[in-house]
């Protein structure tokens, strides 16, 4: 208390001659007793302490710190709107996820001659909209670490008939997972892959279908490809 009050009114040196509780009484009668120059700087503190007892000495210097408050607060004002639209900018740009399946089809999707992206149809979440229905394509917003999961299911006629499919999950043109099948014991089968993987800005994944492989009998919500941002990054 007594250092704060000391500090407040720059009376430094006299500060050294109160003892006890600090009051504006107390200060007032070290003043009076104080026989060198106060050291006030620009405050008028002869007047205050010596010659009168109003309050006007320090009016102009009050106005002046009134004026520079009321710039203050403006400033601080400013920031905290500043402030505001960056956390929501900031949390805009966290909403990145997305959810696909394959339309319901009687055909076979497949086979082809060259590995082929699916495109995953029915978007039921697109946050951020990183994800492409029509390419099948998912394409980073930002850059952070994402989850990613993908199921297939296949079904061919009877038994005897060959389950044959290999699908693989695609960054920038790299396998990083991958799900396949391939017999005659069973009619339908189904796998799921989930990673982590952390991408750049623009850096993109997709599930792609190999070469002479092939989907079929897919039902609604059996074929997905799902995403979502985790966590951001700064590259
Ligand atoms: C298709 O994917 C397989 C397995 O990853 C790979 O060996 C093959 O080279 C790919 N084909 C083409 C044309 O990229």
Request: with cysteine; net charge neutral.
């Amino acid at each position: 208390m007594r250092a704060v009050a000391c500090t407040l009114l720059v009376l430094g040196l006299l500060c050294d001659n109160v003892s006890g509780e600090v009051t504006i009484n107390s200060l007032r009668v070290a003043a009076e007793a104080w026989d060198g120059e106060l050291p006030c700087r620009t405050w008028d503190c002869e007047c205050v302490f010596k010659h009168q007892r109003g309050c006007c000495c320090a009016s102009r210097e009050l106005q002046e710190v009134k004026d520079q408050m009321l710039v203050r607060v403006m400033d601080l004002s400013r920031s905290v709107a500043q402030l505001g639209g960056s956390l929501l900018e900031f949390l805009g740009g966290m909403r990145v996820a997305f959810t696909a399946s394959m339309s319901f089809t009687t055909n076979c999707f497949g086979p082809f001659t060259r590995n082929s992206s699916i495109p995953f149809d029915v978007v039921t979440l697109n946050h951020g909209r990183g994800y492409n229905p029509t390419l099948g394509i998912f394409t980073a917003p930002r850059s952070g670490l994402y989850s990613f999961s993908f199921s297939v299911y296949s079904k061919v006629g009877g038994e005897g008939t060959r389950i044959y499919y290999k699908m693989q999950l695609m960054k920038n043109g790299e396998v990083v997972a991958s799900t396949w099948e391939d017999n005659r014991d069973d009619s339908e089968d189904s796998s799921t892959q989930t990673l982590l993987l952390p991408l750049q800005q623009g850096g993109q994944v997709y599930v792609e279908l190999l070469s002479g492989r092939q989907l079929c009998g897919n039902v609604k919500g059996l074929n997905t490809f799902a995403g979502s941002l985790i966590h951001p990054t700064l590259a």
